[in-house]
Nanobody, 120 residues
Framework: VQVVESGGGLVQPGGSLRLACAAS????????ITWYRQAPGNERESVAG????????NYADSVKGRFTISEDNNKNSVYLQMNNLKPEDTAVYYC??????????????WGQGTQVTVSS
């Protein structure tokens, strides 16, 4: 049982990347899926999240209007489309799944992270 991130890389300021988070051994159905990031010397912060049951999304103020989180249930994957990237978006990005939402006992799964570097 794991989640695996992919899609990171080096991009110039103003560029775009799409990160993918794939679930293995379980399904994202009824889970909260959240993208976090951690830059060197900083604490891990929540970037964007999606509630699989309601479809509700939420974003950190720093990425609103630039990042979009979405889900493909057929592929059991969640994506983070990042546009107009800035140097301050440079970080390791992690995917986390917590649920099932309706269960009294919840599980939390974390990926290994994928590096995003925004630099000219």
């Amino acid at each position: 049982v794991q989640v695996v991130e992919s899609g990171g890389g080096l991009v110039q300021p103003g560029g775009s990347l799409r990160l993918a988070c794939a679930a293995s051994g379980f399904t994202f159905r009824s889970y909260l899926i959240t993208w976090y990031r951690q830059a060197p010397g900083n604490e891990r912060e929540s970037v964007a999240g999606i509630n699989d049951l309601s479809g509700t999304t939420n974003y950190a103020d720093s990425v609103k209007g630039r990042f979009t989180i979405s889900e493909d249930n057929n592929k059991n994957s969640v994506y983070l489309q990042m546009n107009n990237l800035k140097p301050e978006d440079t970080a390791v990005y992690y995917c986390s799944a917590r649920g099932p939402i309706f269960a009294s006992r919840k599980y939390a799964y974390w990926g290994q992270g994928t590096q995003v570097t925004v630099s000219s």
